[in-house]
């Protein structure tokens, strides 16, 4: 049986950012209002493995700043407040984020004897025009290479995409996904750009010079997304900003932000892929659908939204979803039930 895994974030807030990038605000979204320190890090990890049932694989993440371009003296002592608990083996491994334009073989090492084994790299865009238009501050090629880099050094690695952002299209999200499936992560996560108080884009938005990125439009795009990097064997493992009390409470001003928007985007690819197995087989009366154990829930829709819509879409009067023996994301499909 494979043992179950927990992470324990610790936020670095804005930590080694160069500047800030206009849709971002790591206080709002984390709701650490300032980075760990040192002992921080001791006391949240042993508090995190108090909670954590016996058997679990535990991993610390250092989350929301730009790890690798924080002075090397204060990433060593982030780290080595850390690699006890990974020595004792009450850590079962690290992982941090950072850009793509901190990356070299210089850091790689000094993360390697500090005992990292996951490097989550933000690239948000691969197209050059959004990149600048968000202020990123680094190009597309310096997410090939960094991505090159930790993969040449062994570690697994993640990437960070995002939709909606200033001078994004549906297209370009479509490309940077592509181009991120080709760097063949060991996984990705995709968020959906959330207008954040506090931010320049919050201000872009209200002056009118940034159209909000919806939840409808964003679920569309990321069911297709989720065709590429499933199809291409890459988990995604996480879709939408995780959901806090923060940001439900107003920090999230607009924008792609829905407590449930994982479900909601694995809903509509379903739908997607429901109408095409239909169609391919004739609509009948009597229909059932087949789809992978777990999945009859994102299948159906949030209040039976896609069983309804099948239905009156195709004239079907009953329709049943079943688990069956499908991969996670497909769809067959057969008369009656
Ligand atoms: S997106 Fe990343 S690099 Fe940009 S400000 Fe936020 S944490 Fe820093």
């Known amino acids: 049986m494979t043992p179950k895994r927990r992470i324990i974030p610790i936020f670095v807030p804005h930590l080694g950012c160069p500047h800030a990038c206009v849709f971002c605000n790591q206080k709002r979204i984390s ?9 921080d890090v001791i006391r949240q990890i042993t508090e995190g493995l108090e909670k954590t ?9 250092f989350y929301g700043g730009s790890f690798t371009a924080i002075p090397p003296g204060e990433q060593e002592a982030l780290l080595g407040a850390a690699l006890p608990f990974l020595r004792s083996g009450e850590l ?25 084994e996951t490097v ?7 197209k050059k025009e959004v990149l600048e ?11 090939e290479k960094a991505a090159r880099l930790i993969k040449d050094a062994g570690f697994k690695l993640i990437l960070q995409m995002m939709t909606g952002l200033p001078g994004d299209t549906p297209e370009f999200s479509v490309y940077t996904a592509e181009k991120l499936a080709e760097m063949k992560p060991d996984g990705v996560r995709i968020y959906p750009t959330v207008i954040i108080k506090d931010t320049p884009l919050y201000d872009m938005w209200r002056a009118g010079e940034y159209k909000e990125h919806t939840v409808e439009e964003a679920a569309e795009l990321c069911a297709r997304l989720l065709d590429i990097f499933e199809g291409a064997g890459i988990p995604v493992i996480r879709l939408g900003l995780n959901p806090t009390e923060e940001l439900s ?6 924008g792609a932000y829905h407590p449930a928007f994982g479900e909601i985007a694995a809903s509509k690819r379903y739908f997607k892929k429901a109408c095409s197995a239909i169609e391919r087989a004739g609509a009948a009366e009597k229909m059932t659908l087949i789809v992978a154990p777990g999945q009859i829930s994102a299948a159906t829709g949030q209040k039976r939204a896609n069983t309804e819509a099948l239905c009156r879409k195709y004239g079907i009067k009953r329709l049943k979803i079943k688990e069956g023996d499908v991969k996670k994301g497909e769809i067959s499909v057969f008369p009656g039930s």
Do not use: N, W
Not at 53 to 61: D, F, L, P, S
Not at 100 to 113: F, G, N, Q
Not at 249 to 254: E, F, I, L, M, T
């Open 53 to 61: 049932e016996k058997g679990t694989e535990v991993e610390a993440a």
């Open 92 to 116: 079962s491994s690290i992982r941090l984020s950072t850009r793509p334009d901190c990356i070299d073989e210089e850091t790689l090492a000094r993360l390697k004897c500090f005992g990292v």
């Open 120 to 126: 989550e790299l933000g690239v948000q865009s691969m």
């Open 133 to 143: 238009a968000s202020e990123r501050g680094h190009t597309p090629q310096d997410a």
């Open 31 to 39: 709701g650490a209002l300032s980075p760990a320190e040192p002992e």
């Open 249 to 254: 409470g107003g920090a999230a001003a607009g």
